[in-house]
């Protein structure tokens, strides 16, 4: 199976721009779809971005399209999220995860492997 481990979280103000990287480890991640996820205090988990194997497809969730973009290089075995603009709801933990099939969408339960997660904080 994959480990997951996210890194890149931070402070930052609104406006700015943060890269969160998802390194995995213990198989490729050519054979997984990849996704993030956050979840902010007292709300529930919700997806924001996924990518196919081959890096060709992706799809956002509406709050965060044109300003996430999500990347991965499997021969580097790194997944990275691109956040510009970043709003004060952008705040959250923020988790990489994989599944091992050919499309998982934005549903959380399709995903087989999570990450530890990574700390954003907007400030307004």
């Known amino acids: 199976q994959v480990q997951l481990v996210e890194s890149g979280g931070g402070l930052v103000q609104a406006g700015e721009s943060l890269r969160l990287s998802c390194a995995a480890s213990?198989?490729?991640?050519?054979?997984?779809?990849m996704a993030w996820f956050r979840q902010a205090p007292g709300k529930e988990r919700e997806f924001v971005a996924t990518?196919?194997?081959?890096?060709?497809?992706?799809y956002y969730a509406e709050s965060v399209k044109g300003r996430f973009t999500i990347s991965r290089d499997n021969a580097l075995n790194t997944v990275w999220l691109q956040m510009n603009s970043l709003k004060p709801e952008d705040a959250a933990n923020y988790y990489c995860?994989?599944?091992?099939?050919?499309?998982?969408?934005?549903?959380?339960?399709?995903?087989?492997?999570w990450g530890q997660g990574t700390q954003v904080t907007v400030s307004s």
């Open positions: 995860a994989a599944a091992e099939t050919n499309w998982a969408g934005q549903l959380a339960t399709r995903y087989d492997y």
């Open positions: 213990g198989r490729s991640l050519s054979i997984y779809v």
């Open positions: 990518i196919n194997r081959s890096g060709s497809n992706y």
